[in-house]
């Protein structure tokens, strides 16, 4: 049952990360992906999958999709109607099964976060149906595929396992939410395993929707840089196998990394401008903070929201400073995204895993195009892929409606 | 883990604007006229059911956030304020930790049609006021601005049976002190893309829109107008489970048929559609109400409206318990259990 669900009488348990999966630009896995962010590598590139020659701007992280899935139980049918935010949705989670080593279960619950779902095919629906519009010809599979529980259902049907689909759409904070949501489930006692993560294609509707608000960069997306003029937009997914501690170490699984914080607070300011000082910003990273028990002296490396808008940087800026106080000044911060887009519903989950693969492997991924750093910034903004000693990572996402949301990952050690 | 009470309930629907209109409409048994909706390219219009604008218009409606907002922000905002009552002072003070837990099927598909149009004509032009508003969480955004509550504030896609998930996420927050109190919303706007969506599948389907919202709180049973007993698994369809296995589950988890009992359930009197649900429920021989019906399939919406049917029925005293059935469009059937205080 949902409600009244099992609950803990103890303490709550600890969370670990014991399988992940990445898709981005930078390719399909964590190999490429862990390449590409180590050398800072930057993957935007022309738009081809729609057509973008009326837009200011006309590059993003568009992935190259691998001509075949993975195996896995889905029918050739089912397979030959997967769009392709849910094909990028179970490549991730393909990767992330592997390595958790899981089987299919009867109670597997599974939250994910997404802003558009399978938006193209709502895109071309609606072309259709002004175009030819008593034709019917495959309008109803766009219909059904579009929409979000779609791509969720396929993911339960392609690993055949059962439980409640969550779908969180808190536009570019979803992914994070998600995986916030999912550590709150198994914290609970609600569930001793959850897979979670986050998935957006690019669409149309969506890349001129952030054109027509001038928030894409016409030059390059230069997150915390001074001279900085807008986003890039991206795609992909993550997906991450949570589960208890306990669970994990019965089954002698190999413990990626544990996820001992999460917050989430409503910025109420505008639509779609953060609060120049970052009050939500700053709310969400005290939350995980203290619901890690652990003091921002203590993180060693943040993953910023970092979208590269001159709004959403002043104001994460002002919000770190404010939240680190003195330990600003040595706390390395980075964007990611200016190596592969925003990914909106996927950037918290994509993150979240850039995270862990610091936490594996003892890097810090740069800014990879940052000139010169905007002087808000009290803290160090990492230029050049680096080494490092990082015990605690925090990412930061933050999404349209004033959604914030921020994770912390510690060393699996 | 904690007794979850409904304190308030809230719904804009084709009946009118609140509770009471909705009810009345219900008592009275009576499918509400269908209006045709224009469909461009087409000379026959599309049926619907749709909630008129309110008159006198609200207050709610000047503010700065609201002014350009599509139908389905004002739905979610008229449903929310309708369910708060005198508590939404208490949250705008900051008394009251205020979660708030949006569920849409469709969302603000007005403004996405019409900005995809604009794309697709010119998008040097099309509309950056317009962009904003598309976003799966601008209605939940919007009342939290409306309402300066910065607690926890997530909206939740998927098919109509999601309103029941959002109603556990709000009790595992209640249980957990992460809110002191927590509004779940089930919202939809009309629009002929997504009546021609439905129209494709049945001819006979009559879209409905407005809003249902449900406000709970923990532990607190005076003044509660009933009080949640369970909400069943999420019982998906899968290449294993088809509708007709799936909504025979759910409802096998919840309690069977007792004379003082109201079923809230989703039937259309759609028969091919409502063949899985009826089959469920077959034995049931208490009493029952089937808000689609009355007010047409509203989607997310409509599964609000069940469960403030429900709430409002026990409420009134009229029954000991109520059973709410939501045999979902393409996810899941899902069932709840409340009962009068």
């Keep these: 049952m949902l409600f009244p669900s099992g609950q803990r009488s103890s303490a709550p348990p600890r969370v670990v990360i014991t399988g992940a999966g990445i898709i981005t630009a930078f390719g399909n896995g964590w190999k490429l992906n862990a390449a590409g962010f180590r050398q800072g590598r930057i993957a935007l590139k022309p738009v081809t999958l729609f057509d973008v020659s009326r837009q200011r701007v006309k590059i993003a992280g568009e992935m190259s999709l691998p001509e075949s899935l993975p195996e896995t139980r889905l029918t050739a049918p089912q397979q030959k109607r997967l769009d392709r935010a849910s094909r990028l949705l179970i490549l991730a989670a393909h990767e992330a099964w592997k390595q958790s080593g899981w089987e299919p279960t009867d109670n597997l619950p599974v939250v ?177 903070t203290q619901s890690a028990g652990l003091s921002p002296s203590q993180i060693d490396y943040i993953n910023a929201h970092g979208t590269g808008t001159p709004m959403n940087d002043i104001a994460e800026a002002n919000a770190i400073n404010r939240w680190a106080g003195a330990r600003a000044a040595t706390l390395p911060v980075s964007s990611t995204k200016s190596s592969i887009g925003h990914l909106l519903g996927a950037a918290g989950a994509v993150e979240t895993l850039i995270c862990l693969m610091v936490l594996r492997e003892q890097w810090l991924p740069p800014t990879s195009t940052l000139q010169e750093p905007d002087p808000a910034c009290n803290f160090p903004v990492v230029q050049k892929p680096t080494g490092a000693e990082v015990e605690y990572a925090l990412t930061n996402s933050f999404g349209f409606g004033g959604a914030n949301a921020s994770l912390i990952l510690r060393r699996w050690s | 883990m904690s007794r979850i009470f409904v304190h308030g309930c809230g719904a804009v629907s084709p009946a009118g604007w609140g509770v009471g209109p909705m009810r009345k409409a219900l008592e009275e048994n009576a499918a509400l006229p269908i209006k045709p909706l224009p469909r461009p390219g087409w000379t026959k219009p599309l049926n619907i059911r749709q909630v008129t604008p309110p008159s006198p218009r609200p207050d709610f409606m000047t503010h700065a956030r609201l002014r350009r907002t599509s139908p389905i922000s004002q739905h979610v905002v008229g449903a929310a304020l309708e369910a708060l009552g005198p508590d939404a002072q208490r949250v705008s003070k900051g008394e009251l930790r205020l979660g708030i837990m949006l569920c849409v099927m469709s969302g603000c598909v007005n403004y996405s049609r019409r900005f995809y149009d604009e794309v697709l004509r010119e998008p040097a032009t099309a509309s950056p006021l317009v962009f904003p508003e598309t976003v799966f969480n601008a209605p939940a955004s919007h009342i939290g601005a409306l309402l300066g509550t910065p607690a926890m504030n997530y909206t939740m896609v998927g098919d109509p049976g999601t309103f029941l998930q959002g109603v556990a996420l709000a009790a595992q927050w209640l249980s957990a002190g992460q809110v002191d109190a927590c509004l779940v919303i089930g919202a939809e706007e009309a629009d002929w893309l997504t009546s021609e969506a439905y129209y494709i599948f049945s001819r006979q389907v009559v879209l409905g829109d407005g809003a249902g919202a449900l406000y709970l709180k923990k532990d607190i049973a005076d003044g509660a107008l009933a009080e949640l007993r369970a909400i069943t698994d999420c019982h998906l369809y899968l290449q294993n489970q088809n509708r007709t296995k799936a909504a025979a589950r759910a409802r096998s988890q919840l309690p069977g048929c007792q004379p003082d009992h109201l079923l809230a359930d989703g039937l259309q009197g759609l028969p091919r559609l409502d063949g899985p649900e009826a089959a469920a429920w077959r034995d049931w021989n208490a009493s029952r109400i089937s808000p689609k019906r009355i007010l047409g399939e509203g989607l997310m919406a409509a599964s609000a409206w069940q469960c403030v049917a429900a709430v409002a029925a026990l409420a009134e005293k009229k029954y000991a318990a109520a059973n709410v059935s939501v045999v979902g469009c393409n996810q899941q059937a899902i069932g709840a259990h409340f009962a009068a205080t």
């Design chain 1, 112 to 288: 994910l976060g997404t802003t558009s779902g399978g938006m193209a095919l709502g895109e071309a629906f609606y072309r259709q149906a002004i175009s030819a519009p008593h034709s019917h010809r495959s309008q109803p599979t766009r219909v059904v595929h579009y929409q979000a529980q779609s791509q969720a259902l396929a993911l339960a049907d392609a690993f055949g396992f059962h439980g409640p689909l969550t779908l969180i759409a808190n536009a570019c904070a979803s992914g994070a939410n998600a995986i916030g949501h999912a550590w709150e489930l198994v914290r609970s006692g609600a569930a001793q395993r959850v897979l979670t993560g986050g998935y957006d294609a690019l669409c149309q509707l969506v890349f001129a929707g952030f054109d027509s608000l001038q928030a894409l960069s016409p030059t390059q997306c230069r997150p915390f840089d001074a001279r900085r003029d807008g986003l890039a937009l991206g795609e992909g997914a993550a997906v991450l196998t949570l589960e208890t501690l306990d669970s994990a170490q019965e089954r002698c699984a190999e413990i990626l990394a544990e996820i001992v914080g999460y917050g989430s607070a409503l910025d109420t300011h505008h639509l779609t401008q953060p609060n120049p000082q970052g009050d939500a910003a700053l709310a969400a990273m005290t939350a995980a």
